[in-house]
């Protein structure tokens, strides 16, 4: 069994930081991209930060200088530093990762959502 366990969630003041952590586990044999998006009600999902294979790190601009996203490949977890964060952070927040899994079709696995509330 493939998952994405995330931990960090919950409820801060307007610029409060939180860090958001996910690791993948079971039987898989690759691990390519692996980030975070997340979701409100009135919006789709939107990519927030992922670090793609090779290393490069792609964010959404509204979180450009206030988070910061890091791997570790040897311990296959990623990590989401949330600093300065304001209301419109609010939203749930999944771990993404392309995972490749001997004899499944399936890339693109997602960790259950942890909500993050930024009240003023």
């Known amino acids: 069994q493939v998952q994405l366990v995330e931990s960090g969630g919950g409820l801060v003041q307007t610029g409060g930081s939180l860090t958001l952590s996910c690791a993948a586990s079971g039987n898989f044999l690759t691990i390519n991209d692996m980030g975070w998006y997340r979701k409100t009600q009135g919006k789709e999902r939107e990519l927030v930060a992922v670090v793609r294979t090779g290393g490069r790190k792609d964010y959404n601009e509204a979180v450009k200088d206030r988070f910061t996203v890091f791997r570790d490949n040897a311990r296959d977890t990623v990590t989401l530093q949330m600093n300065n964060l304001k209301e419109e952070d609010t939203a749930v927040y999944y771990c993404?990762?392309?995972?490749?899994?001997?004899?499944?079709?399936?890339?693109?696995?997602w960790g259950q959502g942890t909500q993050v509330t930024v009240s003023a």
């Open positions: 993404y990762a392309d995972l490749i899994v001997q004899l499944t079709m399936q890339h693109d696995y």
